[in-house]
């Protein structure tokens, strides 16, 4: 909701546990994954630069 002040970012995507598990893993990257759903959940200590690198892991994943 957009009056919710949490950062945790949520979304769904198809066969997301095989498609993003292994890419996300291989980064270094902590998320949530199940089979169909993503769930991040960023701190005070991410910087702008963590979060281009999980856009374009995650990119680079669905292009796959």
Avoid: W
């Avoid at 909701?1 to 949490?6: G, K, L």
């Avoid at 169909?36 to 963590?50: A, Q």
Wanted: proline content about 6%; overall charge positive.
């Amino acid at each position: 909701p957009r009056d919710n002040p949490s950062g945790i970012a949520t979304f769904a995507c198809r066969d997301a546990g095989a498609r993003l598990r292994p890419a996300l893993k291989d980064q270094g990257i902590t998320a949530q994954v199940s089979t169909h759903r993503v769930r991040l959940s960023p701190s005070s200590y991410t910087s702008d630069e963590d979060i281009s690198q999980v856009i374009a892991v995650i990119g680079r994943a669905m292009k796959a």
